[in-house]
């Protein structure tokens, strides 16, 4: 060891100098002590500098960071004793054929080795940590103890990080090389492939899944079937089947923009059941219906554990979680502290299918949402076509592996139609629809059917907006005089116009910023029936104009202009 008078190695200065900078930063963000860098520098400095390693000592045992680190920097007895503990470990679980890995968001994964087959875990998962221990065990006959197996686990991330590759982790569905894959959930891990050739199983795919808790395994599809067998489980009309058929295509296809499937129907029209059927072709779970999110966190919660995610009964569709939905259907992050961090951000960045089954009062909807919803009427059962819960899932499990296949068969059609598609006017959802028609001929549909429907949809979707807005009928009568003016004025306006019982209601605006967002929303729904909204730039005084005229209003004019020539 080197004395007070002795020289200090580089490489002893050189992490005296890190740990230097690292100090400061110590009380806000501990975790830095156990860093890779950290770790390497105090075993630098516990031969080079003594005095140096009491002082960290100090440090350590305040933040309860020195019995961890002792023990990582502990050196073996002797050539001929016995490893460590936490060696023991490490060499066990990288001799039983583990693969490491990381994923985008630099978070430790392993490929685990499970009787025939690989599964996929988190290094911080519990049954990463269950397979540990299993593995010490089975070797040793005892518990490593909690020490080595957090010493052990902060190397595997390690390498994970810095030695292993960097995969995509995929919730049941994955792209990978050109092909997509669908996870069955099955205890083997095995998944179908798909490509422009048709579709198999396969042992282990490329793309590599993570299991979320509460996946259900999807039956092994079956070939022959036909995607009609699906008819009789759902009591909706022809349009509405249409759009269903054309949002299970979609939600077989990962990375890219979902529509948001909405059921509607009176009380006891069968939403219920007919959503837990369509889950059930493609995301099953325990819990596939789930209660309305009470917050954006719990929307959230739900996209990050299921592929597709389905909430039942809503009772209303506040503004913050038709905002997120939107989002999260055509893609937008969310984020929020790490656990256990101080300063990192757990970013969820992820599109997901959605279903929303009875929104009570769905026109009062964001025009956005409206915008990207598939919105399914559901008829009223007639009491002699009702069937018991019972016979009704006999019935469909004994064609649910014909129709999956059926399904699989229109996405390897859709694959094979989609580099010739192209659409003379993209709707709204321009990936989304080109991607069903492409599947057109394999959902069982005529040529141009689904854009037919989807353009009716849309319609409806807008003029539903538009119905269920107390601006709308005053907006209109202004419209056909034509308006130019300030928010506040077109406001005061629109106060000395309505009714009373409309200004009293809750959506009336009530300030001029409010109006003139309210408008922005409504501007493409407005133009749609003929009134032209427009918001001038803000002129030398900082003032902003609003200007709204319909066709009618413009076709007097052009009418009085031909008169007085």
């Known amino acids: ?28 963000d501990p975790e830095l002590l156990v860093s890779s860098e950290a770790i390497l520098s105090f075993a630098a400095i516990k031969r080079a500098d003594p005095a140096r390693w009491d002082y960290w000592r100090t440090i350590l045992t305040k933040h309860q960071k020195f019995e961890l680190i002792d023990y990582m920097l502990c050196e073996p007895r002797s050539d001929d004793v016995e490893f460590s503990k936490a060696d023991l470990l490490v060499r066990r679980c990288l001799s039983s054929g583990i693969e490491l890995f990381h994923d985008p968001d630099q978070h430790g994964w392993a490929s685990v080795r499970v009787g025939q087959h690989w599964e996929n875990y988190s290094l911080r998962s519990r049954a990463f940590h269950l397979f540990m221990l299993r593995t010490y065990y089975l070797d040793k006959g005892e518990s490593p103890g909690g020490q080595a197996l957090r010493a ?58 993570r299991r979320a808790r509460g996946s259900q395994p999807l039956p092994v599809p079956a070939p022959g079937g036909s995607i009609e067998e699906l008819r009789p489980f ?28 909405v059921a509607k129907g009176e009380q006891g029209a069968g939403k219920s059941t007919g959503c837990r059927v369509i889950t059930s072709l493609i995301d099953p779970r325990t819990s596939a219906l789930r209660g309305a999110p009470r917050e954006v966190r719990d929307l959230v919660a739900a996209a990050r ?34 656990l256990y ?22 026109g009062a909807a964001r025009p956005d949402f409206l915008d990207r919803a598939l919105i399914v009427e559901f008829n009223d059962i007639k009491p002699e076509l009702r069937r018991d819960e019972r016979r009704f899932w006999e019935e469909f499990e004994a064609v649910r592996p014909r129709i999956l ?6 996405v390897v059609f859709g694959l094979r139609r989609l580099p010739s598609i192209s659409l003379r006017r993209l709707p709204r959802m321009a990936d989304f ?10 959902i069982g549909l005529s040529h141009r059917e689904f854009l037919r429907t989807y353009e009716t949809n849309l319609i409806g979707g807008r003029n539903l907006a538009l119905e269920s807005s107390a601006l709308f009928g005053p907006i209109e009568l202004l419209a056909r005089e034509g308006f130019c003016g300030t928010a506040a004025e077109l406001l005061e306006l629109l ?9 009293r209601s809750a959506r009336w605006p009530k300030a001029p910023n409010s109006l003139a967002n309210t408008l922005r929303r409504m501007a493409s729904n407005l133009r749609s029936v003929g009134i032209d909204l427009q918001f001038g730039r803000a002129d030398h005084n900082g003032t902003r104009t609003v200007s709204l005229r319909s066709d009618w209003e413009v076709g007097k004019t052009s009418s009085a202009s031909s008169a007085s020539r």
């Open 1 to 28: 060891m080197a004395g007070d008078n002795e020289p200090r190695s580089i490489a002893a200065e050189v992490a005296l100098l890190f740990l230097k900078e690292l100090e400061p930063r110590i009380d806000s």
């Open 495 to 503: 106060n000395k116009t309505a009714p009373d019982t409309i200004r």
């Open 152 to 209: 052990a686990l902060e190397i595997f991330e390690a390498r994970a990080l810095f030695d292993g590759p960097e995969h995509t982790i995929h919730l049941r569905v994955a792209e990978h090389g050109g092909k997509l894959y669908l996870d069955l959930c099955d205890p083997d891990w095995r998944s179908v492939e798909i490509d422009t050739e048709g579709w198999r199983i396969v042992e282990r795919a490329p793309a590599r899944f």
């Open 341 to 362: 961090s101080d300063h990192d951000e757990a970013v969820f960045d992820a599109t997901r299918p959605l279903i929303f089954n009875a929104i009570p009062d769905l």
């Open 305 to 338: 554990n299921a592929w597709l995610v389905c909430f039942d009964n809503l009772s209303h569709l506040p503004n913050d979680l038709a905002d997120a939905a939107c989002r999260l259907a055509t893609g937008g992050g969310f984020g929020g502290r790490e």
């Open 405 to 410: 296949g059926a399904l699989l068969d229109a």
């Open 433 to 442: 629809a080109t991607w069903a028609t492409a599947c057109e001929e394999g």
């Open 234 to 261: 759902l009591n909706v009309d022809h349009d509405g089947w249409v759009l269903i058929k054309a949002f299970l295509a979609a939600a077989l296809k990962p990375a890219m923009p979902y529509p948001i499937l």
